[in-house]
T-cell receptor, first 111, second 115 residues
Framework: NAGVTQTPKFRVLKTGQSMTLLCAQDMNHEYMYWYRQDPGMGLRLIHYSVGEGTTAKGEVPDGYNVSRLKKQNFLLGLESAAPSQTSVYFC??????????FGQGTRLTVV | AQSVSQHNHHVILSEAASLELGCNYSYGGTVNLFWYVQYPGQHLQLLLKYFSGDPLVKGIKGFEAEFIKSKFSFNLRKPSVQWSDTAEYFCAVNGADTGRRALTFGSGTRLQVQP
């Protein structure tokens, strides 16, 4: 049982480049989330999904897009990366009356 | 909107000392409460959770937390810390009565345990 898997684990981008982060969960959870973690700020919600085909904005959505075409996958896209998007990104999934399960994280550096 | 405050940003303790980390939340409805731990370079792992019932919750590795509804608090405790407890600790909350289920996190407390 893999839980929540994120790819890639590390990435360095140049300003203006694009990339997609993939999150996959095998627990049949309805809810999936993308967070970013920055020092001293905890985890902040970027976008989330309450089911296949649905997405919604979180706390800090600007500069990011998401898609949930399949229930088990939640993609986070950066169309034009900026240095302010240097962060550690965590995907999580959950369902009613369970805790959230987190992926291992993606460390992204934008230079 | 919900929010979480963790008042201790950095705590340094010696091994065998007792630990209490404060967590206060703001939310107008019924809440689920969580403490997560993040060891250096790793992802978040659940320490304990409160959904309903006994407000004193026991988690893994000897941690416990008490939900005090009147104080909007969910403080984390451990009677005797070990060097291996060195990590960052996050309190989190979600609304039990919403469809979004997303967690709102506090800013975290870095715990350093000295041998």
């Amino acid at each position: 049982n893999a839980g929540v898997t994120q790819t890639p684990k590390f990435r360095v981008l140049k300003t203006g480049q694009s990339m997609t982060l993939l999150c996959a969960q095998d627990m049949n959870h309805e809810y999936m989330y993308w967070y970013r973690q920055d020092p001293g700020m905890g985890l902040r919600l970027i976008h989330y999904s309450v089911g296949e085909g649905t997405t919604a904005k979180g706390e800090v959505p600007d500069g990011y897009n998401v898609s949930r075409l399949k229930k088990q996958n939640f993609l986070l896209g950066l169309e034009s990366a900026a240095p302010s998007q240097t962060s550690v990104y965590f995907c999580a999934s959950t369902d009613w009356n369970t805790e959230a399960f987190f992926g291992q994280g993606t460390r992204l550096t934008v230079v | 909107a919900q929010s979480v405050s963790q008042h201790n940003h950095h705590v340094i303790l010696s091994e065998a000392a007792s630990l209490e980390l404060g967590c206060n939340y703001s939310y107008g409805g019924t809440v689920n409460l969580f403490w997560y731990v993040q060891y250096p370079g790793q992802h978040l792992q659940l320490l304990l959770k409160y959904f309903s019932g006994d407000p004193l919750v026991k988690g893994i590795k000897g941690f416990e937390a008490e939900f005090i509804k009147s104080k909007f608090s969910f403080n984390l405790r451990k009677p005797s810390v070990q060097w291996s407890d060195t990590a960052e600790y996050f309190c989190a909350v979600n609304g039990a009565d919403t469809g979004r289920r997303a967690l709102t996190f506090g800013s975290g407390t870095r715990l350093q345990v000295q041998p």
